[in-house]
C-alpha cells in the first residue's frame, strides 16, 4: 500500500504540462474561419449599400469588416499596445465577392500562421487596446485573441446571417442545418 500511496503523492505533486493553448486556438481559427468563409460565400456585394436599418452597418461594411477580424490576431500576438489614435485602423474595402474572400482569406491564412508560431508564454503576456490616454483594455493575450478576433468575428457572423435572410439568401449550415438547407 506503501508504494501506492507514494506513487499518487509523486503524480498529484507533478505539475501537468501546459496545454498547447496556441495549437487549439489555431485548430479554432481553422474550424470557425471555414464556417465564416461558407458564410461570406453568400455575400452578395452588389447589395453591398443595403442595411436593415439607420442605425446598422451596410452588408458590405459588415462583410469587410467580419473578413477583416482575423487580421488582429498577428496584431495582437506581434505587439505589446495598440494605440486607436496613432495607429489607424486600415477597413477592408473589398467591393466584390472575389475581393472580399481573397481579403478574408489572407488574414485567415496570417492567424493560423501567428497562433501556430506563438507560445504559451506569448499568450499569458498582457496587451493593451488605448484610445489616445484612455485604456480600452490591459489584458492577457489569450484574452484579446479570445475577445476581439474570435468572439468578435462569431457575433459579426451572426449578423450577418441576420442580412441574408432579410434579403432572401438562403443561410448555410454552420453549427446544423439551416431551416434553406432541410429538405
Request: hydrophobic content about 40%; glycine content about 4%.
Amino acid at each position: 500500500m506503501a508504494d501506492y500511496d507514494a506513487f499518487c503523492y509523486n503524480f498529484l505533486l507533478k505539475t501537468p504540462p501546459k496545454p498547447m493553448l496556441n495549437k487549439a486556438l489555431a485548430n479554432e481559427v481553422r474550424h470557425e474561419g471555414s464556417l465564416t468563409k461558407k458564410l461570406l460565400d453568400r455575400i452578395p456585394m452588389e447589395k453591398g449599400e443595403w442595411a436593415p436599418h439607420a442605425k446598422s452597418m451596410s452588408l458590405a461594411r459588415l462583410s469587410n469588416h467580419t473578413a477583416d477580424l482575423f487580421k488582429w490576431i498577428p496584431v495582437i500576438l506581434a505587439t505589446d499596445s495598440i494605440d486607436l489614435v496613432t495607429q489607424r485602423y486600415a477597413r477592408g474595402t473589398a467591393t466584390t465577392h472575389s475581393e472580399l474572400l481573397a481579403q478574408y482569406e489572407t488574414n485567415w491564412n496570417k492567424a493560423i500562421e501567428a497562433l501556430e508560431d506563438t507560445n504559451a508564454e506569448q499568450l499569458d503576456g498582457m496587451w493593451k487596446l488605448t484610445k489616445d490616454d484612455y485604456v480600452l483594455y490591459n489584458i492577457p493575450r489569450k484574452v484579446a485573441v479570445r475577445s476581439l478576433a474570435l468572439s468578435h468575428q462569431y457575433h459579426h457572423r451572426g449578423q450577418l446571417t441576420v442580412y441574408l435572410r432579410l434579403l432572401d439568401i438562403p443561410v448555410p449550415a454552420l453549427y446544423g442545418p439551416s431551416a434553406d438547407e432541410i429538405e
